[in-house]
């Protein structure tokens, strides 16, 4: 009677056993911090007009392969403490409009080694390419443009197929 007991209990017994071993093995990998970025220390670019506004015509499709918008810093949120620590109105009329048009970043998967070379060898497995343009225009109180500057830059990094959460974090903090 024992023995037919414990053979319909050991199944049940061991499913417990096995999943708190399973639970066990739950590893939490600890989030990273990133320092919060900052322009003040370039010093401030004067302008002679009474008020600097920055706009953003910029809007992340929060969809792949756009991966800007998981950022620790997004890059529109870099443009904009860009523009706020570095952009001083220092006359009495007109405007400075700051105009982000483009702060998006891709992702790429890349080819990776095969066969017996491909398990021996750490590939770089996905690029992110960033890319950042803007416009400053000096408006006058007629709203007529006075003139403008525009800018535009990419940059890529790439990150290898073995790299953590963190890993990729830093990566995404440095192209920021």
């Known amino acids: 009677m024992k023995t037919k007991m414990i053979k319909r209990l050991l199944p049940a017994f061991l499913a417990v056993v096995f999943g708190f071993s399973l639970m066990a093995c739950e590893a939490t990998v600890p989030s990273r911090t990133f320092p919060e970025l900052t322009y003040r220390h370039l010093g401030q670019i004067e302008l002679q007009v009474g008020n600097v506004e920055t706009v953003s015509s910029y809007k992340s499709p929060l969809a792949a392969p756009n991966v800007d918008h998981l950022f620790p810093t997004p890059p529109v949120d870099a443009l904009d403490s860009w523009s706020a620590d570095r952009l001083m109105a220092s006359g009495t009329e007109g405007i400075a409009r700051f105009t982000i048009l483009d702060a998006s970043v891709r992702e790429t998967s890349l080819e990776k080694q095969k066969g017996l070379k491909g398990a021996f060898t750490k590939d770089q497995s996905e690029r992110y390419d960033g890319a950042l343009e803007a416009t400053l ?37 440095d192209l920021t």
């Open 137 to 173: 225009e000096i408006i006058d109180n007629n709203g007529g443009s006075k003139g403008f500057a525009s800018a535009k830059v990419s940059r890529s990094i790439s990150v290898r197929e073995d790299a953590t959460v963190n890993d990729r974090e830093q990566a995404w903090f």
